[in-house]
């Protein structure tokens, strides 16, 4: 079974940028997501991105501050966070899709069955 590991989260005044960083340890072919949840909130999606089309999906939230992107030759996936707000604050978790090849990016955190042990950003005001 495939691993993923994030890295890349900290600490960081509002306004601030992080690169998040979600490395697997072979090869897929599913789509990858970085989930995020907060304390005492349910864990959410904020962006996604497919294999092979590379169709991306980004929350409301997030729209025009974060950017996901792939390296496919390194098996890694990248999320870009730029003017980070207080309730970015949360740990970031890497996923990847149960299927392959998919078209478009899966909203529903149940059709994620390999997930990452999570990094923890934080954003001071």
């Known amino acids: 079974q495939v691993q993923l590991v994030e890295s890349g989260g900290g600490l960081v005044q509002a306004g601030g940028s992080l690169r998040l960083s979600c490395a697997a340890s072979r090869r897929t072919f599913s789509a990858r997501g970085w989930f995020r949840q907060a304390p005492g909130k349910g864990r959410e999606l904020v962006a996604g991105i497919t294999w092979n089309s590379g169709n991306t999906y980004y929350a409301d939230s997030v729209k025009g501050r974060f950017t996901i992107s792939r390296d496919n030759a390194k098996n890694t996936v990248y999320l870009q966070m730029n003017s980070l707000k207080p309730e970015d604050t949360a740990v970031y978790y890497c996923?990847?899709?149960?299927?392959?090849?998919?078209?478009?990016?899966?909203?529903?955190?149940?059709?994620?069955?390999?997930w990452g042990r999570g990094t923890q950003v934080t954003v001071s005001s």
């Open positions: 996923a990847a899709d149960a299927i392959g090849y998919r078209a478009n990016v899966e909203v529903r955190e149940g059709a994620y069955n390999t």
